[in-house]
């Protein structure tokens, strides 16, 4: 009777919305309890119960009062798949070695991956895959720009499997080795081995899937491998710098089949992240640079991950063959050695643009910002300013600082940097305000 409710709910659910989103979190659904006042639903993983709660509890919630005139709470909970689920499908290792071709970059793991705003969805996904492969989200299609992480996160979804020491094969490649391999299979008259090779993987992963654009061959191959393993709920992970509905020349059947799982999207990391991936890359090189370095770098590229750590590399070298300690490069010295990494086209910033944006948020005017008071409403938005101007205008002495904002010395403009700084680790919301006026400096 229970499960009558709940295949009720179900159905008029299916109707309300994306057919995409209701096979993705609902097809492994299950009612487990329901009393008179709460109803709690059994899903695959914690990933999908921690994503239902937050997204679609309150219009399950609203379709049973309106089925069964009940005001229930609606809870989603993950319980561990039984032996007959689909991890029985990919057994553990008993003293087996996981077969895993040799492409996998170890560096590629969940540990060293850098998780803002910007990429938790994708994360949170490729983690949850990478614990019950072949499970719920098949295929996970990660999709961005160039540079912002999607080969680490495949990449980190095979090495996690292999460090698991599951007895399954792994097998990564590109689109492009995937055609070439196809292409060797059919002038050697051995595609019966091509295709006997990849059916037999457990794990496919193939970087940038868009190249299959305009290659009707390899996409009709592609189309039966991808078939062959998802009927056999083998784990398939792409990436591709679009969405598939935006690849072009690219098969109906291909886009409807990679729609049908899970769709990740990465996009540019914010500042705050780019800080932290910045430390996080300057870790194992022991690489240790003064905050305002760092905060400087991150300001100036923000085009991709791929970017920030050739930009710590460039810095590493500079230092090296200069024989100095990185801790000594200033935001002068990284401003010069990263000249030509840095966009040529942004806009000159000057001291008046800084103040200005100050002003606006704060909601006082240029002239109040320069009085010679302590008071706090405008003494906290003139040490922001100067923490600012120092970051963005790393060419003006700290004394050229202090005449602007009319200070007797440069020592105030220290000690306003040092002020912000250290409020800038603590407080989440100082660290939005700033964001938000440097996006709004260089609009």
Request: glycine fraction near 4%; hydrophobic fraction near 35%.
């Given at each position: 009777m229970d499960q009558d409710i709940w295949q009720?709910?179900?159905?008029?659910?299916?109707h309300n919305?994306?057919?995409q989103s209701f096979r993705t979190w609902f097809t492994e659904t299950s009612l487990i309890d329901l009393s008179d006042t709460e109803m709690t639903v059994r899903v695959p993983t914690q990933f999908a119960a921690n994503y239902l709660n937050q997204s679609y509890a309150n219009a399950v919630e609203e379709i049973s009062r309106s089925l069964y005139n009940r005001n229930y709470q609606v809870k989603f909970v993950s319980t561990p798949p039984s032996s007959s689920g689909s991890k029985a499908d990919i057994p553990e290792s008993k003293g087996n070695r996981v077969a895993v071709n040799t492409k996998l970059n170890e560096?590629?793991?969940?540990?060293?991956?850098v998780v803002g705003r910007n990429n938790n969805f994708a994360y949170s996904a490729a983690k949850a895959v990478a614990e019950s492969p072949g499970y719920t989200y098949n295929p996970l299609f990660i999709y961005g720009e160039s540079g912002m992480g999607k080969t680490h996160l495949m990449q980190a979804v095979g090495n996690y499997i292999h460090m698991e020491g599951r007895n399954c094969n792994i097998y990564y490649t590109t689109s492009e080795a995937f055609t070439n391999e196809m292409i060797?299979?059919?002038?050697?008259?051995?595609?019966?081995?091509?295709r006997a090779k990849f059916r037999k993987v457990d794990i496919l992963l193939v970087d940038d899937i868009h190249f299959l654009s305009r290659k009707e061959g390899t996409q009709e191959e592609f189309f039966h491998t991808f078939n062959a393993l998802f009927d056999n709920k083998k784990q398939i992970v792409l990436t591709s710098d679009r969405p598939p509905k935006d690849i072009p020349d690219l098969e109906?059947?291909?886009v409807t089949r990679f729609e049908s799982g899970l769709l990740?999207?990465?996009k540019s990391p914010d500042f705050e992240t780019r800080v932290a991936i910045l430390r996080k890359k300057a870790e194992p090189e022991n690489i240790v640079l003064q905050d305002d370095t760092?905060?400087?770098i991150a300001e100036s590229i923000s085009s991709s991950v791929r970017a920030l750590e050739g930009s710590l590399i460039r810095i590493l070298a500079y230092a090296s063959y200069n024989k100095l300690n990185p801790e000594d490069i200033d935001t002068e010295m990284a401003q010069n050695i990263l000249s030509d990494m840095i966009t040529e086209n942004r806009k000159e910033i000057s001291l008046d643009n800084i103040t200005q944006e100050v002003c606006n948020l704060w909601g006082i005017t240029p002239t109040m910002i320069m009085e010679k008071t302590r008071r706090n409403v405008v003494a906290f938005p003139r040490q922001v300013a100067m923490y600012l101007a120092n970051l963005l205008?790393?060419?003006l002495s700290l004394k050229d600082i202090a005449l602007y904002f009319n200070r007797k010395d440069h020592t105030t403009v220290i000690h306003a940097k040092r002020m912000i700084e250290n409020q800038f680790r603590e407080d989440k919301d100082l660290r939005a305000q700033i964001e938000l006026i440097i996006k709004n400096i260089r609009k």
């Amino acid at each position: 009777m229970d499960q009558d409710i709940w295949q009720n709910i179900l159905d008029k659910l299916e109707h309300n919305i994306k057919p995409q989103s209701f096979r993705t979190w609902f097809t492994e659904t299950s009612l487990i309890d329901l009393s008179d006042t709460e109803m709690t639903v059994r899903v695959p993983t914690q990933f999908a119960a921690n994503y239902l709660n937050q997204s679609y509890a309150n219009a399950v919630e609203e379709i049973s009062r309106s089925l069964y005139n009940r005001n229930y709470q609606v809870k989603f909970v993950s319980t561990p798949p039984s032996s007959s689920g689909s991890k029985a499908d990919i057994p553990e290792s008993k003293g087996n070695r996981v077969a895993v071709n040799t492409k996998l970059n170890e560096r590629f793991s969940f540990e060293q991956f850098v998780v803002g705003r910007n990429n938790n969805f994708a994360y949170s996904a490729a983690k949850a895959v990478a614990e019950s492969p072949g499970y719920t989200y098949n295929p996970l299609f990660i999709y961005g720009e160039s540079g912002m992480g999607k080969t680490h996160l495949m990449q980190a979804v095979g090495n996690y499997i292999h460090m698991e020491g599951r007895n399954c094969n792994i097998y990564y490649t590109t689109s492009e080795a995937f055609t070439n391999e196809m292409i060797d299979g059919i002038r050697g008259n051995k595609m019966p081995e091509f295709r006997a090779k990849f059916r037999k993987v457990d794990i496919l992963l193939v970087d940038d899937i868009h190249f299959l654009s305009r290659k009707e061959g390899t996409q009709e191959e592609f189309f039966h491998t991808f078939n062959a393993l998802f009927d056999n709920k083998k784990q398939i992970v792409l990436t591709s710098d679009r969405p598939p509905k935006d690849i072009p020349d690219l098969e109906n059947r291909l886009v409807t089949r990679f729609e049908s799982g899970l769709l990740c999207d990465l996009k540019s990391p914010d500042f705050e992240t780019r800080v932290a991936i910045l430390r996080k890359k300057a870790e194992p090189e022991n690489i240790v640079l003064q905050d305002d370095t760092f905060n400087f770098i991150a300001e100036s590229i923000s085009s991709s991950v791929r970017a920030l750590e050739g930009s710590l590399i460039r810095i590493l070298a500079y230092a090296s063959y200069n024989k100095l300690n990185p801790e000594d490069i200033d935001t002068e010295m990284a401003q010069n050695i990263l000249s030509d990494m840095i966009t040529e086209n942004r806009k000159e910033i000057s001291l008046d643009n800084i103040t200005q944006e100050v002003c606006n948020l704060w909601g006082i005017t240029p002239t109040m910002i320069m009085e010679k008071t302590r008071r706090n409403v405008v003494a906290f938005p003139r040490q922001v300013a100067m923490y600012l101007a120092n970051l963005l205008i790393p060419q003006l002495s700290l004394k050229d600082i202090a005449l602007y904002f009319n200070r007797k010395d440069h020592t105030t403009v220290i000690h306003a940097k040092r002020m912000i700084e250290n409020q800038f680790r603590e407080d989440k919301d100082l660290r939005a305000q700033i964001e938000l006026i440097i996006k709004n400096i260089r609009k």
